[in-house]
């Protein structure tokens, strides 16, 4: 089974939702997902305006600067690097635990956010403390993350890359954890990806957003 | 059988093609769609931006005024508003045509298409001529209609209204005047835009565009 790649950014609400779609049909056994970093401060950057490569990358950013986003991503960002080094299930659980904790219970993405979600996985904790202090390859695995999404041409989260290499954004509503449903969303996606129409836009006219359920 | 609305701007090509699918569905009697008018160099116009309601309107530009796309827009509207006066078969028929011109035959937008249009739609010349004369009450019309677009948010075309209210720009890359593709290519729209999901865009990534049949 080849692998489709979710890319996302813990500051967003629909990465949140693919995440959790990409989970039911992972423990399902019907689809692979590779996670992957996409900062949405650094794609919405104004330096990078126009460019054809990133000039500004967050990855080169200090912790402590720039606005709440630019902080709380990179530090959320980096925390996920150093939970993926515990396994690909120890990285499921701790992203989406920290998403939950971010748009489901309405916590801030900070510290605080990043612990609770560390225990809720049940990672190794002087593991993960250990792993998080070791900062300069934590950023290089982050910058790689940033510059294939670059190469690619994400622009949004979540953006899944299909094994055949089609990729674009797939921005929903409602939240769903039931397997059937998850099924129908994925399949309609791919449905869109692969239609002979050729189809590179479906998007809502401003004033008739899509219904919440 | 209550219609469907397709908003278009002459200058696009992917309201080309978005039109020739609908022609095909309208042919066969499977469904209805209302022609309307969304202008592009409006919806894209900067003293627009921001704006809760346009400020500035094609039709209150003289026809001389503005850069290419404004004054041909505005010259193929305002004789496709009088080409309507003879018609729903008319109105069809002289939009496919200039349309073709444009876009399949790579013709300029400019008076010569409209009268080749016009001929291609075996209009009634004289009545064609007399009626483009009455400039106020085409450009009442196209008003109308840019004041509609505007009060649904339409940003690009075609951007498709179904019976039940929903409404999304619909981007594809390939051209059909195949009823059963046609059918796919409408069916898939619907369930993009019926899904529980709550599907708000699918857009692909910039660098990894669409394919071309």
């Known amino acids: 089974m080849t692998s489709n790649t979710i890319f996302f950014d813990f500051v967003c609400p629909y990465a949140w939702r693919g995440l959790e779609l990409a989970q039911v049909l992972r423990k399902a056994g019907e689809q692979q997902f590779t996670l992957k970093h996409f900062s949405l401060v650094q794609g919405n950057h104004p330096d990078n305006a126009g460019q054809k490569e990133p000039v500004w990358w967050l990855t080169d950013q200090p912790g402590d600067a720039g606005e709440r986003f630019q902080k709380s991503s990179l530090l959320a960002f980096l925390a996920a690097v150093a939970a993926a080094r515990q ?108 239609s002979g129409a050729g189809i590179a836009t479906i998007k809502r006219a401003k004033n008739r957003p899509a219904k919440k359920a």
Chains 1, 2 share one sequence.
């Open 87 to 194: 396994g690909e299930e120890a990285s499921w659980e701790f992203s989406l635990a920290l998403f939950r904790a971010v748009h489901e219970d309405k916590k801030s993405l900070d510290e605080d956010a990043v612990m609770a979600a560390a225990k809720a996985a049940n990672l190794d904790l002087d593991g993960f403390a250990a792993d998080r202090k070791d900062e300069d390859a934590l950023r290089a695995s982050l910058r790689s993350d940033l510059a294939e999404s670059a190469e690619i041409g994400v622009f949004g989260t979540p953006t899944f890359v299909l094994p055949g290499g089609e990729a674009a954004y797939y921005r929903f509503e409602n939240l769903t954890r039931d397997l059937e449903t998850a099924r129908q969303w994925w399949k309609l996606y791919g449905e869109v990806l692969h």
